[in-house]
T-cell receptor, first 114, second 117 residues
Framework: KAGVTQTPRYLIKTRGQQVTLSCSPI?????VSWYQQTPGQGLQFLFE???????NKGNFPGRFSGRQFSNSRSEMNVSTLELGDSALYLC?????????????FGEGSWLTVV | AQSVTQLDSQVPVFEEAPVELRCNYS??????LFWYVQYPNQGLQLLLK??????LVKGINGFEAEFNKSQTSFHLRKPSVHISDTAEYFC???????????????FGKGTKLSVKP
């Protein structure tokens, strides 16, 4: 069974630009979550989608948005990039997304903002 | 708000020695607890989790953790480490009262375990 796949793995953007990251969950998984990982703040929850609906949202500005498609694939978008948005963005999936379920992480997308 | 404290940012240890990575959480209510491992340039992998029942939880790769409600701790242990255990370890907590939502996991800042030959 293929794991969680994130694309692109590495990218460099300029301040002010926008970026879209993609996540394909494990087949059959309906819940997708996104996390931001930085050396200073550690791992922080961005949002969770289940059946194309945002079910939970972390404490990030509105520049961070996401969506989920009918095939459970998810994208997240960051507009008007700032230097502080440089981070590893991790996607995770689980079958139903119930609390306590094991969630499976992808290898992440490394975003560098210059 | 819940928080997770990993008391040691770095733990150096020699191969075949025992290790304990410490984790404390702030919540006084029931929580679910997790330990994840992150190898260099990879995502996170679940080592073990505590949902209910026995306070001693066994996970993959020979790791185990003990839930202590009175001390709000969930320390991770391994009796004999290998070079391949070198990685960053994250403790996390989630709130069962969130029902069907896995969000959001609150992570600690991580502990880098360095196993030396």
């Amino acid at each position: 069974k293929a794991g969680v796949t994130q694309t692109p793995r590495y990218l460099i953007k300029t301040r002010g630009q926008q970026v879209t990251l993609s996540c394909s969950p494990i087949s059959g998984h309906r819940s997708v979550s996104w996390y931001q990982q930085t050396p200073g703040q550690g791992l922080q929850f961005l949002f969770e989608y289940f059946s194309e609906t945002q079910r939970n949202k972390g404490n990030f500005p509105g520049r961070f948005s996401g969506r989920q498609f009918s095939n459970s694939r998810s994208e997240m978008n960051v507009s008007t990039l700032e230097l502080g948005d440089s981070a590893l963005y991790l996607c995770a999936s689980s079958p139903q997304g119930a609390v306590g379920n094991t969630i499976y992480f992808g290898e992440g997308s490394w975003l560098t903002v210059v | 708000a819940q928080s997770v404290t990993q008391l040691d940012s770095q733990v150096p240890v020699f191969e075949e020695a025992p290790v304990e990575l410490r984790c404390n959480y702030s919540s006084s209510v029931s929580v679910y607890l997790f330990w994840y491992v992150q190898y260099p340039n990879q995502g996170l992998q679940l080592l073990l989790k505590y949902l209910s029942g026995s306070t001693l939880v066994k996970g993959i790769n020979g790791f185990e953790a003990e839930f202590n409600k009175s001390q709000t701790s969930f320390h991770l242990r391994k009796p004999s480490v290998h070079i391949s255990d070198t990685a960053e370890y994250f403790c996390a907590v989630s709130d069962p009262s969130r029902g069907g939502s896995q969000g959001n996991l609150i992570f600690g800042k991580g502990t880098k375990l360095s196993v030396k030959p």
